[in-house]
């Protein structure tokens, strides 16, 4: 998954750096004023921001109408009930006081975003393979498929959207945010990569090129095939 953090307090700071050395991905905006424009441009999973930023121009209403379904989790200090009913009310997914140890903040940041995608634990399971969410692993029976941090976030960003169209440009986006994408030659040799470790199971799922469009994940119902895990 990746998340649009605002660092625009030392907390905030904090807090994008814990969720990066967890694995997330994160896109880092260092100015208030700005995250709205982020949000906008990218995709994300995930909006944490301070709540301080919406004394600053930023509006949770404008936040939910640019992407009605991305989650949104403000940090705030020392905040009180009927504040927080307000912010709730006003578009926020959650409230967190920024006085929490960061591993609550970010188990409490993580379990939004994947019941955003309607996962109740961060175990999800995809044909023959199970997704440790957490972990960042992927397991199928007692193997752990041996995936970089760049395959995996590819495969994990089509898990989560099964049968749906990703662009090519969707899926760079998604990996390398504003940073520098590759040659055009680098992802798809990701994608072969990723063909390769998931050829044994191929009968059940395998991503699909779409010409011209970009990359889809077929999931095949193994109780419909008498040889699910044929190649």
Not at 1 to 30: F, N, P, Q
Not at 42 to 58: M, P
Request: overall charge negative; aromatic content about 6%; glycine content about 6%.
């Amino acid at each position: 998954m990746r998340y649009l953090i605002a660092e625009t307090s030392w907390k905030m700071v904090s807090l994008a750096k814990a969720v990066s050395d967890c694995g997330t991905l994160v896109t880092h905006c260092e100015a208030g004023d700005a995250i709205e424009d982020f949000h906008k441009i990218g995709e994300h999973d995930l909006v944490a921001l301070d709540a301080s930023q919406l004394l600053r121009g930023t509006s949770l209403c404008r936040l939910r109408e640019l992407h009605p379904d991305t989650p949104i989790v403000l940090i705030a200090r020392d905040p009180v009930p009927e504040q927080i009913a307000a912010w709730l009310m006003a578009g926020a997914d959650t409230v967190i006081d920024e006085a929490a140890a960061l591993p609550e903040m970010i188990a409490q940041i993580d379990c939004v975003a994947r019941r955003a995608q309607g996962i109740a634990r961060p175990l999800l399971e995809c044909g023959p393979l199970t997704f440790d969410l957490e972990a960042r692993r992927v397991h199928l029976g007692d193997v752990t498929l041996s995936l970089s941090p760049k395959l995996y976030e590819i495969l994990e960003y089509l898990v989560l959207r099964p049968g749906r169209l990703a662009s090519r440009e969707a899926l760079l986006s998604h990996v390398y945010g504003f940073e520098n994408e590759p040659a055009p030659r680098v992802f798809d040799v990701y994608m072969c990569n990723l063909r390769s470790h998931l050829s044994g199971i191929a009968g059940t799922v395998r991503i699909a090129t779409v010409r011209g469009a970009g990359y889809r994940l077929d999931v095949q119902d193994p109780s419909r095939s008498n040889n699910p895990l044929a190649a």
